[in-house]
Structures are given as structure tokens and as C-alpha cells.
């Protein structure tokens, strides 16, 4: 069997014009994904991580044939995204965060006949599905299922987004950020099943996240994304792994003034973020803590800053991300 979805450098440019003024507008470039290669397999969630602005919801639109890649190709179940563009939508389920197309003045359990007939699946079939996902996601203890659309909560939108994505029990699913803003019960409804789905049903999933937390949780595999490149890959653990000589000094500081000047003199990669007026959280990456820990304390005490809280800890995936996204520690 092929792989669920093969990628290999795709790139794309958004084009986007600016107003300057009444009559005068300057056209800008985006480059949203620069060339991006991966791989998925059935049985197997496969997660693209990456803050804000990294490109996944344009990577989730090419796969789902929603944007035309610039250059590079991919295949999704085999079939190719521009060329073969029919047989990619029969053979996936999207989510995207920002769901379009449902009907405000239908329930929940009408949108999904709506959408099961536009798909073009046979009515009895389409029926026990619905009422298997009305049951599944839950949606008939929230109510959902007679509710009006209008009448939703954030987390029973999303539950009828990912009900609709599975309309078609597609073996490949395109969720983009699919607990994006939602309750907790939600949330982890989500993660749960899709981790059934992939696991139990050998469904491929790609699913888009931003949160370190969730991608630990819910992914067999990560793609760490950042500004349109993958910078790394592994399981959570592998990545974790890949930057094992270093630990990360943690400290909580009441400041007077910037602690990163005094703290200069430690050529260490240093992340210095203020938390409140003058609290501040350092964060220092070192190959032997024992040995520049007490030097680093002093320093700060020196220079009249006081130093609240101290901890060792090994790097959290978040760690790993800065390394990747932003050159060696
Ligand atoms: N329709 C669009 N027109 C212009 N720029 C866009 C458009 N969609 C996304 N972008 C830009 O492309 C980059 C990647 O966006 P996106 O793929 O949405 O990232 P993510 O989903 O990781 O937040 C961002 O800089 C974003 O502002
Ligand atoms: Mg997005």
C-alpha cells in the first residue's frame, strides 16, 4: 500500500495587496511554506507543530486541495493534489478552524444529513452513520443533535466539525487545530478519538497544533514547523533525545533593572522572558549546571537583582522547539 500522504517540497507565496493611501497600493509576498517534505502512514498520527504564522493551515489547504501549491508536489492516498483532485477529496476528512457551510437555522443532527447527501452518500447508510457519530462525539448528551446551530457552543461546533469530517469514515484525515479554543470535556473528547481513530481504525492523521502540551499527548510523530520549514522530526521522545547534553537552568528574578546585562558574560543561550513588572523568567541552556550555577547566582545577586526561585530541569519540547527554530543553544 502507498503511504497516506507523501510531500516533497511544496511551496507557497501568498500575494497580497496593500492599500497606501487613496490611490496608491504596493503588492507584498508572503512566503507561507518554503519547501516542506513529509511523509504519514496509516495507523498513525503525524502532527505539524508550530506557533502562529508557520504554515500549517496553508499545508492543511494543499492537502486538501483547497489552494494550489506554487512548486513541489503531494500525494494523498496515493492520488495527486493537483492533479488528481477528486479522488483526494473522496479519500479525506478535513477540519479546518474556521468551519464554514453549516446551516445556523438546523440542528445539529440535520446539518450532518445535509452534508451526507452533498457528499453523496446512499440514506439509509448515511443515517446509521450520523447516528453513530451523534452518539460517538457526544453530541446527543449536549443536545446537539436538536439544537439549532445558532444556538452552539464553541465546543459543540467543533464536535459537529469533526463529526463531519468523519461522514465519509475517509482513511485519511486533515485536522487543523481541531481543539483550538475549546473546553476542556471537548478537548479531550478530540484527542481521545483520534487517537482511537488512528490507532484502532489505522486512519492517518495529520493534525495541526501550536500547543507543546497537546502535541506530546496526542502524536505518534512531530513536525516541528516554523516560518514555512520543518526544522525537525521525531517522536516526542527522539526529539527530546536529540538535544540531550544540555539542561536548562530555570530562574524566577525580582529585577531591578535588565538581569540580562549582568548575565552576558555567560555565552550560554539564554531566554529571557519578564512575567510582571519586575519579575523575570531566565532560562539558561548549559551542558554542566553544576558547574556555572553558583557563578550565575552570585552574579545576579551582585547586581542587586533577587533571585526568587532556582530549578534544573531537563528540556521540555518547547525547549526543543527554540533549539530548532532558532539555531543551535
Ligand atoms: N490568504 C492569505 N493571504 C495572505 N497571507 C496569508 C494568507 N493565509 C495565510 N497567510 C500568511 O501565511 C503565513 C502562514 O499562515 P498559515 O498557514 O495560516 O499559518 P498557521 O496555520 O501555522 O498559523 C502567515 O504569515 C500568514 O499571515
Ligand atoms: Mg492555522
Redesign the pocket.
Known amino acids: 500500500m502507498s503511504r497516506a500522504i507523501e510531500v516533497e517540497k511544496i511551496t507557497k507565496t501568498?500575494r497580497?495587496k496593500s492599500r497606501r493611501g487613496l490611490f496608491k497600493s504596493s503588492v507584498e509576498f508572503?512566503e507561507?511554506?518554503k519547501g516542506i517534505s513529509f511523509t504519514a502512514d496509516y495507523g498513525s498520527i503525524v502532527c505539524l507543530l508550530?506557533?502562529?504564522?508557520?504554515?500549517?493551515?496553508?499545508?492543511i489547504k494543499i492537502l486538501a486541495t483547497l489552494l494550489l501549491p506554487d512548486s513541489g508536489s503531494a500525494r494523498v492516498a496515493g492520488y495527486d493534489v493537483v492533479k488528481e483532485a477528486s479522488k483526494v477529496r473522496e479519500n479525506i476528512g478535513l477540519m479546518l478552524t474556521v468551519e464554514k457551510g453549516f446551516y445556523g437555522k438546523l440542528n445539529g443532527r440535520e446539518n450532518l444529513e445535509y452534508f451526507a447527501a452533498l457528499y453523496g452518500l446512499p440514506r439509509d447508510i448515511a443515517l446509521k452513520r450520523i447516528d453513530h457519530l451523534v452518539k460517538l462525539l457526544e453530541l446527543d448528551k449536549l443536545g446537539a443533535d436538536r439544537k439549532l446551530y445558532e444556538e452552539f457552543s464553541l465546543g459543540m461546533k467543533a464536535r459537529l466539525s469533526l463529526a463531519r469530517a468523519l461522514l465519509k469514515d475517509a482513511p485519511i484525515l486533515l485536522l487543523?487545530?481541531p481543539t483550538l479554543g475549546l473546553d476542556p470535556p471537548s478537548a479531550r473528547k478530540i484527542r481521545e478519538l483520534v487517537r482511537e481513530m488512528a490507532h484502532r481504525e489505522n486512519k492517518s492523521i495529520l493534525y495541526?497544533t501550536?500547543n507543546m502540551f497537546e502535541a506530546e499527548i496526542v502524536c505518534d510523530r512531530i513536525l516541528l514547523?516554523n516560518k514555512?520549514v520543518i526544522v525537525a522530526e521525531g517522536s516526542p521522545e527522539e526529539l527530546k533525545d536529540k538535544i540531550p547534553k544540555l539542561k536548562v537552568i530555570n530562574l524566577v528574578i525580582k529585577a531591578s533593572g535588565d538581569p540580562g546585562k549582568p548575565l552576558e558574560r555567560f555565552t550560554f543561550r539564554k531566554e529571557i522572558k519578564q512575567e510582571e513588572n519586575s519579575v523575570f523568567n531566565v532560562k539558561i541552556y548549559v551542558p554542566r549546571p553544576e558547574d556555572v550555577l553558583g557563578e550565575i547566582v552570585k552574579t545576579l545577586v551582585n547586581s542587586g537583582h533577587e533571585v526568587v526561585n532556582v530549578r534544573v530541569e531537563e528540556p521540555s519540547l518547547e525547549d526543543v522547539f527554540i533549539y530548532y527554530s532558532e539555531g543551535s543553544i
Not at 508550530?50 to 496553508?58: I, L, M, S, Y
Open positions: 501568498y497580497v508572503v507561507a511554506v508550530g506557533p502562529n504564522g508557520a504554515g500549517k493551515t496553508t499545508t487543523d487545530e495541526t501550536h514547523i514555512g
